[in-house]
């Protein structure tokens, strides 16, 4: 246990900090019709005989008692063919053969290469009920389609774990402070805590339930460059507050009440440019949040103009340092080739974390011509940066965070094994609250599903209990799936696989290289 | 400080119903009228604007297809009858290299001229062939030798076209041998000829108006010269005719007044630029070297020759190689020339123009760092004008865009507009690199990335060699 050696008006905050448990409580979809992976249609041979309610285990059919004709199926709970193997296909087994089942089309427009359609169910899935999907649902959610960097690596599993290890036994815990520096250590439940989303990008709503669900998994959540909201105050202890270019509402008061302070230099999804708030979405709170003018679209400089040198940086760190004598303080870079000199260069500054953020993040907004065309995947500069720390004799006194693209928790651990230590998660919450990445998040007053909106009416579509449950059973879902990983390499700490690029193949290589073990 | 080139601009809408990637499918039969797809669930209103469309409908078999794929009436119709579906029609736009991606993203920015933004994170695949196997990298901490502290507005897209003088000796001073004649214009664009299968000969007018409105230059092959008015003198620095092989050389007074001319190559083009040189000295003649299975070497050739100023590399519409089996894509046989000539010293020395799959901004600054020094394009052009890109032009009514029919205001708006949006991303692209000068961005592979460079790197060591070579 480190020491702590701070001065005696070291702030803290000064409001009661909020409690969540880390329950998971079924937390169904907020829309009336789920989107389905197969449809089942009836015929008009249908005789009402039963049967098919009496076969699916899942529940689709539903003829409610006292009605004389079926409701509208669940399709969304059916698993398809695959119940054919277990002897509960009802379509084989309707004695009038009254039934029929479809891969669902709509499935074709849901989702992208990076986040198919099965993903989002999945993760919607999950959301729901806190649990990974049962096996038989069939969703491939593991991986996207994109064809390259995580979507090809798999891990080697072996056939039976070394150790047999018990779920309790597992650690997935993440210390966030190696220098020894005198602040405080700051250990988080999981190795991932929520990026930033300024409140303008995202609802409060939005910015609340991220928040709540920090606090029951003990890890952080980030305000983004938009201010920080009073009505995050009773979440201080887990929030990240962000200086970024625009300085929107950055003050000494936020800067003191917060334990983690975040520097976004970049951001993976714009790389050189800076933030990005369009016109429609800067209504009258949001405008008051960053002190500009409503209706005014915001563009944040890039890069900190105060800031074109590693010793100027350091001066930041500096600053921000002397304000919060017990802050830890994390860098946000992007991913350009050198970033492996760049994450040197914020180390020897002084940051706690190097926070580097992938070309394939997300974003409120950006131009199309920016978003993947500008520095690298995250997959590259993991492993280039872990490498490079290591050889600089440095790896081990700074948390090295991934984020830009991550996913899942099989990403997660894919990234710890390239060599993160933990990672940053933003869209994944967001579908959790039911985004279909409809990329719509920029235009007029943002999200027709009232996640990244800034509109009162949108945001009504989401309470902030139903928001922080749905990201709580993801979470929890993805720290089942991630101790399960864990499980199977008979590994105690998630901190064992940081680095172990030997457990992990890739598909388009002959994995033909001996690993130092 | 000279003048800023700025593009003037202004919204030229579309003529044609938009074709989006989906529609929505209602069963009406089964409909409980509650509207609540209508009045609460779709937030962009498309579903009043479709019936208002649908009462002033034209053409019977137009369908609305403005969805903007949110599913939230899909998952709030009170019936659950509404689907979502792909839109047929967009599927088929443009061919495997000129995705209905491309052609939607062309077609709004020629109506709005505005940078395309969107929320969420990059949706396309990891890597894939062409331009899409590279990315353009930035400055972390953009450094003041790096130009970066300047503001957009001091980012010059300039670039000239020209031979240059490896050096240039005085006699106290003047140079000695005089300066070697050079056009610039303000951004590393040319409108090429159109190819074969896509010529219209009443888009031409509309194209040397897009180069006189956006001070740029468009090739024109010689034999269509008679398509333009009699008032052709005062356009004529942002002409520049091409001579093919046979073709006559233009009337005298019509070349002196010129800046630049392509010819295309063969055997004789010393002699053709001697001819063209005696008329018109301070003129550039440029050579059109067809990518094909020689072209990499032949353009390596004839940068050797001191005569040669300006090489225009020309792959197909693909930006394949033209004529091979298995063809190279013209970012990396512009990179092989380029390297070539940098070895050889020489690179400074040779304007390269390099056209062929050039269809997005990022194209453009993906194949000057590539080594191009200007591009040259033709397709997107068309596309502004809601072309579908079809295998080739019908004629009339069989063209879907009606692009014989189009007024020259809408098509040069609208082209304009396009132009317009792509030199706004060069700088934008630029700005994120840390780079105030286009000139310099020629052949800057360090601000690139290529996937498989960083596969290689960093993969290739963890996991050894990559399947299939």
């Given at each position: 246990?480190?020491?702590?050696?701070?001065?005696?008006?070291?702030?803290?905050?000064?409001?009661?900090?909020?409690?969540?448990?880390?329950?998971?409580?079924?937390?169904?979809p907020?829309y009336r019709n789920e989107i389905a992976k197969y449809i089942i249609r009836r015929s008009d041979n249908c005789?009402?005989?039963?049967?098919c309610v009496?076969v699916c285990?899942q529940g689709v059919h539903v003829?409610?008692?006292?009605?004389?004709?079926f409701a509208a199926p669940h399709q969304h709970v059916c698993i398809g063919p695959s119940c054919q193997?277990?002897?509960h296909y009802c379509v084989d087994l309707c004695?009038?053969k009254a039934l029929r089942m479809v891969e669902n089309p709509m499935m074709k427009l849901l989702g992208?290469?990076?986040?198919t359609a099965d993903?989002i169910l999945?993760?919607w899935k999950?959301?729901?009920?806190?649990?990974?999907?049962?096996?038989e649902y069939g969703y491939?959610?593991?991986?996207?389609?994109?064809?390259?960097?995580?979507?090809?690596?798999?891990?080697?599993?072996?056939?039976?774990?070394?150790?047999?290890?018990?779920?309790?036994?597992?650690?997935?815990?993440?210390?966030?402070?190696?220098?020894?520096?005198?602040?405080?250590?700051?250990?988080?439940?999981?190795?991932?805590?929520?990026?930033?989303?300024?409140?303008?990008?995202?609802?409060?709503?939005?910015?609340?339930?991220?928040?709540?669900?920090?606090?029951?998994?003990?890890?952080?959540?980030?305000?983004?460059?938009?201010?920080?909201?009073?009505?995050?105050?009773?979440?201080?202890?887990?929030?990240?507050?962000?200086?970024?270019?625009?300085?929107?509402?950055?003050?000494?008061?936020?800067?003191?009440?917060?334990?983690?302070?975040?520097?976004?230099?970049?951001?993976?999804?714009?790389?050189?440019?800076?933030?990005?708030?369009?016109?429609?979405?800067?209504?009258?709170?949001?405008?008051?949040?960053?002190?500009?003018?409503?209706?005014?679209?915001?563009?944040?400089?890039?890069?900190?103009?105060?800031?074109?040198?590693?010793?100027?940086?350091?001066?930041?760190?500096?600053?921000?340092?002397?304000?919060?004598?017990?802050?830890?303080?994390?860098?946000?870079?992007?991913?350009?080739?050198?970033?492996?000199?760049?994450?040197?260069?914020?180390?020897?500054?002084?940051?706690?974390?190097?926070?580097?953020?992938?070309?394939?993040?997300?974003?409120?907004?950006?131009?199309?011509?920016?978003?993947?065309?500008?520095?690298?995947?995250?997959?590259?500069?993991?492993?280039?940066?872990?490498?490079?720390?290591?050889?600089?004799?440095?790896?081990?006194?700074?948390?090295?965070?991934?984020?830009?693209?991550?996913?899942?928790?099989?990403?997660?651990?894919?990234?710890?094994?390239?060599?993160?230590?933990?990672?940053?998660?933003?869209?994944?919450?967001?579908?959790?609250?039911?985004?279909v990445?409809?990329?719509?998040?920029?235009?007029?007053?943002?999200?027709?599903?009232?996640?990244?909106?800034?509109?009162?009416?949108?945001?009504?579509?989401?309470?902030?209990?139903?928001?922080?449950?749905?990201?709580?059973?993801?979470?929890?879902?993805?720290?089942?799936?991630?101790?399960?990983?864990?499980?199977?390499?008979?590994?105690?700490?998630?901190?064992?696989?940081?680095?172990?690029?030997?457990?992990?193949?890739?598909?388009?290589?002959?994995?033909?290289?001996?690993?130092?073990? | 400080?000279?003048?800023?080139?700025?593009?003037?601009?202004?919204?030229?809408?579309?003529?044609?119903?938009?074709?989006?990637?989906c529609g929505v499918v209602d069963w009406?039969e089964d409909c409980?009228?509650?509207?609540?797809?209508?009045?609460?669930?779709?937030?962009?209103?498309?579903?009043?604007?479709?019936?208002?469309?649908?009462?002033?409908?034209?053409?019977?078999?137009?369908?609305?297809?403005?969805?903007?794929?949110?599913f939230?009436c899909v998952q709030q119709c009170t019936k659950g009858l509404l689907a979502l579906s792909p839109?047929?029609?967009?599927?088929?736009?443009?061919?495997?290299?000129?995705?209905?991606?491309?052609?939607?993203?062309?077609?709004?920015?020629?109506?709005?001229?505005?940078?395309?933004?969107?929320?969420?994170?990059?949706?396309?695949?990891?890597?894939?062939?062409?331009?899409?196997?590279?990315?353009?990298?930035?400055?972390?901490?953009?450094?003041?030798?790096?130009?970066?502290?300047?503001?957009?507005?001091?980012?010059?897209?300039?670039?000239?076209?020209?031979?240059?003088?490896?050096?240039?000796?005085?006699?106290?001073?003047?140079?000695?041998?005089?300066?070697?004649?050079?056009?610039?214009?303000?951004?590393?664009?040319?409108?090429?000829?159109?190819?074969?299968?896509?010529?219209?000969?009443?888009?031409?007018?509309?194209?040397?108006?897009?180069?006189?409105?956006?001070?740029?230059?468009?090739?024109?092959?010689?034999?269509?010269?008679?398509?333009?008015?009699?008032?052709?003198?005062?356009?004529?620095?942002?002409?520049?005719?091409?001579?093919?092989?046979?073709?006559?050389?233009?009337?005298?007074?019509?070349?002196?007044?010129?800046?630049?001319?392509?010819?295309?190559?063969?055997?004789?083009?010393?002699?053709?630029?001697?001819?063209?040189?005696?008329?018109?000295?301070?003129?550039?003649?440029?050579?059109?070297?067809?990518?094909?299975?020689?072209?990499?070497?032949?353009?390596?050739?004839?940068?050797?020759?001191?005569?040669?100023?300006?090489?225009?590399?020309?792959?197909?519409?693909?930006?394949?190689?033209?004529?091979?089996?298995?063809?190279?894509?013209?970012?990396?046989?512009?990179?092989?020339?380029?390297?070539?000539?940098?070895?050889?010293?020489?690179?400074?020395?040779?304007?390269?123009?390099?056209?062929?799959?050039?269809?997005?901004?990022?194209?453009?600054?993906?194949?000057?760092?590539?080594?191009?020094?200007?591009?040259?394009?033709?397709?997107?052009?068309?596309?502004?004008?809601?072309?579908?890109?079809?295998?080739?032009?019908?004629?009339?009514?069989?063209?879907?865009?009606?692009?014989?029919?189009?007024?020259?205001?809408?098509?040069?708006?609208?082209?304009?507009?396009?132009?317009?949006?792509?030199?706004?991303?060069?700088?934008?692209?630029?700005?994120?690199?840390?780079?105030?000068?286009?000139?310099?961005?020629?052949?800057?592979?360090?601000?690139?990335?290529?996937?498989?460079?960083?596969?290689?790197?960093?993969?290739?060591?963890?996991?050894?060699?990559?399947?299939?070579?």
């Amino acid at each position: 246990m480190v020491k702590e050696n701070l001065p005696d008006n070291t702030l803290k905050t000064l409001v009661p900090q909020a409690e969540v448990p880390r329950v998971v409580k079924p937390a169904p979809p907020r829309y009336r019709n789920e989107i389905a992976k197969y449809i089942i249609r009836r015929s008009d041979n249908c005789r009402l005989c039963g049967k098919c309610v009496e076969v699916c285990p899942q529940g689709v059919h539903v003829l409610k008692e006292g009605y004389k004709y079926f409701a509208a199926p669940h399709q969304h709970v059916c698993i398809g063919p695959s119940c054919q193997v277990t002897g509960h296909y009802c379509v084989d087994l309707c004695p009038q053969k009254a039934l029929r089942m479809v891969e669902n089309p709509m499935m074709k427009l849901l989702g992208d290469y990076r986040w198919t359609a099965d993903m989002i169910l999945a993760t919607w899935k999950m959301a729901e009920t806190g649990e990974p999907p049962p096996p038989e649902y069939g969703y491939e959610y593991e991986c996207g389609n994109s064809g390259g960097g995580f979507d090809r690596i798999r891990f080697k599993f072996p056939d039976k774990p070394p150790v047999e290890l018990s779920a309790d036994e597992i650690d997935t815990s993440l210390e966030l402070n190696r220098r020894n520096d005198g602040r405080p250590p700051i250990r988080i439940d999981v190795p991932w805590y929520g990026g930033g989303m300024s409140f303008g990008s995202v609802s409060n709503v939005t910015q609340l339930s991220k928040a709540r669900a920090a606090v029951a998994f003990n890890t952080f959540t980030c305000t983004g460059e938009g201010g920080y909201m009073e009505r995050l105050r009773p979440y201080d202890d887990h929030t990240i507050t962000q200086v970024a270019t625009g300085l929107f509402g950055v003050r000494e008061e936020t800067i003191q009440r917060v334990r983690i302070v975040e520097f976004k230099y970049a951001q993976g999804a714009k790389p050189g440019l800076g933030g990005h708030l369009l016109a429609d979405k800067v209504t009258s709170a949001v405008a008051k949040m960053r002190e500009t003018v409503m209706g005014i679209s915001l563009f944040s400089p890039f890069p900190f103009h105060s800031v074109y040198s590693i010793e100027d940086h350091k001066k930041h760190m500096d600053w921000i340092k002397h304000i919060n004598r017990r802050a830890l303080v994390s860098a946000k870079v992007s991913t350009p080739i050198d970033v492996d000199m760049v994450a040197v260069g914020i180390y020897s500054a002084g940051a706690h974390i190097v926070h580097m953020d992938g070309g394939y993040g997300g974003t409120g907004a950006a131009p199309d011509i920016a978003k993947k065309n500008i520095a690298m995947p995250i997959e590259y500069a993991i492993v280039k940066v872990h490498d490079f720390l290591t050889r600089e004799g440095v790896r081990d006194k700074v948390t090295l965070i991934a984020s830009g693209g991550l996913r899942n928790a099989h990403d997660i651990a894919k990234a710890i094994a390239l060599g993160a230590d933990g990672v940053v998660v933003g869209t994944a919450e967001l579908v959790a609250l039911g985004c279909v990445r409809c990329s719509r998040c920029e235009s007029g007053r943002g999200c027709p599903r009232g996640i990244a909106t800034t509109d009162a009416e949108l945001a009504e579509q989401i309470s902030v209990e139903w928001g922080s449950q749905r990201i709580i059973n993801l979470y929890s879902a993805w720290r089942k799936d991630l101790v399960d990983i864990l499980r199977r390499f008979g590994m105690r700490n998630v901190s064992g696989l940081r680095g172990r690029t030997d457990l992990l193949m890739h598909l388009d290589y002959n994995n033909d290289v001996e690993h130092k073990k | 400080m000279p003048d800023k080139y700025r593009i003037k601009t202004q919204p030229v809408p579309s003529q044609h119903p938009r074709i989006g990637k989906c529609g929505v499918v209602d069963w009406r039969e089964d409909c409980a009228r509650c509207h609540n797809c209508v009045k609460k669930a779709c937030v962009f209103d498309r579903y009043r604007q479709e019936a208002e469309y649908i009462r002033g409908l034209r053409d019977m078999d137009a369908f609305f297809f403005q969805c903007m794929g949110c599913f939230s009436c899909v998952q709030q119709c009170t019936k659950g009858l509404l689907a979502l579906s792909p839109n047929p029609v967009y599927e088929r736009l443009g061919n495997r290299y000129w995705t209905p991606e491309i052609i939607e993203t062309t077609w709004s920015q020629a109506e709005t001229a505005k940078i395309p933004v969107s929320g969420a994170g990059y949706r396309g695949k990891f890597s894939g062939p062409g331009f899409v196997s590279m990315w353009t990298d930035m400055s972390e901490i953009v450094r003041p030798t790096r130009d970066g502290i300047h503001g957009r507005e001091y980012i010059s897209t300039a670039v000239d076209i020209g031979r240059k003088p490896p050096l240039i000796q005085f006699d106290v001073d003047k140079p000695t041998d005089g300066l070697s004649p050079f056009v610039d214009i303000p951004m590393p664009l040319i409108i090429d000829m159109m190819p074969p299968a896509y010529r219209l000969p009443n888009l031409i007018p509309i194209f040397k108006a897009v180069a006189v409105q956006t001070g740029l230059i468009m090739l024109i092959d010689s034999q269509d010269l008679d398509t333009l008015d009699n008032e052709l003198e005062q356009y004529l620095p942002h002409l520049a005719f091409y001579l093919g092989a046979d073709a006559p050389v233009p009337r005298k007074e019509l070349l002196q007044k010129t800046r630049l001319v392509e010819i295309s190559d063969g055997d004789n083009i010393d002699q053709r630029i001697k001819e063209l040189k005696n008329i018109q000295p301070d003129m550039v003649v440029a050579v059109r070297v067809e990518l094909d299975s020689r072209g990499v070497e032949r353009a390596i050739e004839l940068a050797h020759k001191q005569i040669v100023e300006v090489i225009h590399l020309v792959a197909d519409i693909n930006g394949d190689q033209i004529g091979v089996e298995k063809p190279r894509f013209i970012k990396d046989m512009v990179r092989q020339v380029h390297n070539s000539l940098v070895e050889s010293g020489i690179r400074n020395e040779i304007t390269l123009m390099a056209g062929g799959g050039i269809a997005l901004a990022e194209h453009l600054a993906k194949q000057l760092i590539c080594g191009a020094d200007l591009v040259t394009i033709n397709l997107p052009l068309l596309i502004a004008l809601e072309c579908h890109l079809c295998e080739s032009c019908k004629p009339g009514p069989s063209c879907p865009a009606r692009i014989e029919e189009i007024d020259s205001k809408y098509g040069v708006g609208r082209m304009t507009n396009l132009i317009a949006a792509w030199h706004d991303q060069l700088i934008e692209v630029m700005g994120a690199m840390g780079i105030r000068e286009v000139r310099r961005l020629r052949g800057e592979v360090g601000r690139a990335l290529f996937f498989e460079e960083l596969e290689e790197a960093t993969f290739g060591k963890l996991f050894g060699s990559r399947k299939n070579g």
